[in-house]
Nanobody, 127 residues
Framework: EVQLVESGGGAVQAGGSLTLSCVGS????????IGWFRQAPGKEREGVSC?????????YYGDSVKGRFTISSNNAKNTVYLQMDNLEPGDTAVYFC???????????????????WGRGTQVTVSS
């Protein structure tokens, strides 16, 4: 059974940091493009960051998190991370990781291209 499990969420004050982890089972994350998405109550799902698995492991970030969030991976641990620094109240949401079997491409908007999704982890940022 394929599973993605997110962890690392929590409650922090504005300006704080969190590192989210996404652990895969039943699939090798190193063979998939990985995306991080978030959804706040009453809002649409938003692409936060994604990473391809081409030679350069190209990384993309949404405009609202650029310069504050960093996506990375550890293939030996079958884990993808999202380092979140200088958090703002607007970052409050449930964060999901997702895997796209087209490893050479990733999108922050075409969430339907991701075949596997985790259940999410809550991030709450207070002012």
């Amino acid at each position: 059974e394929v599973q993605l499990v997110e962890s690392g969420g929590g409650a922090v004050q504005a300006g704080g940091s969190l590192t989210l982890s996404c652990v895969g089972s039943g699939l090798g994350l190193g063979l998939y493009a990985i995306g991080w998405f978030r959804q706040a109550p009453g809002k649409e799902r938003e692409g936060v960051s994604c990473m391809t698995r081409n030679r350069d492991n190209t990384k993309y970030y949404g405009d609202s998190v650029k310069g504050r969030f960093t996506i990375s991976s550890n293939n030996a641990k079958n884990t993808v991370y999202l380092q979140m620094d200088n958090l703002e109240p607007g970052d409050t949401a449930v964060y999901f990781c997702a895997a796209n079997p087209n490893e050479k491409y990733c999108s922050l908007t075409a969430h339907w291209e991701y075949s596997f999704w985790g259940r999410g982890t809550q991030v709450t940022v207070s002012s």
